[in-house]
């Protein structure tokens, strides 16, 4: 069973950056997908951004538009980590951020979707102040 620990998350204030860090062990399928969703008070987890490699062994990032130019999503293999670095926070990116894998084979055309994944993380906070 895969087993997903995020960290990082935090108080910051608009402007400020913050690392987010996803520790994940138990996978037996050797190319999942990765991503980060997010989810504020009252609204839909929504997709920020997604990492999924081709059988080349090419990796193909995905980002939702709220993230492009300010998120960068990132994993190392060897210690099994998938991380967001977050620039520029505001007030909105606020929110519980969640590490999620889809461990099942096949490619997903843009990968930021809930219903795409497999598993998931028990989240961790993010809150920026203006």
């Known amino acids: 069973q895969v087993h997903l620990v995020e960290s990082g998350g935090g108080s910051v204030q608009a402007e400020g950056s913050l690392r987010l860090s996803c520790v994940a062990s138990?996978?037996?399928?050797?190319?999942?997908?990765m991503g980060w969703f997010r989810q504020a008070p009252g609204k839909e987890r929504e997709g920020v951004a997604a990492v999924q490699r081709s059988a080349s062994g090419a990796d193909y990032t995905y980002y939702a538009d709220s993230a492009k130019g300010r998120f960068t999503i990132s994993r190392d293999n060897a210690e099994n980590t998938l991380y967001l670095e977050m620039n520029n926070l505001k007030p909105e990116d606020t929110a519980i951020y969640f590490c999620?894998?889809?461990?099942?084979?096949?490619?997903?055309?843009?990968?930021?979707?809930?219903?795409?994944?497999?598993?998931w993380g028990q989240g961790t906070q993010v809150t920026v102040s203006s």
């Open positions: 138990g996978y037996t399928y050797n190319r999942p997908i």
């Open positions: 999620a894998t889809r461990t099942t084979p096949g490619w997903v055309p843009v990968p930021l979707f809930p219903s795409d994944f497999t598993d």
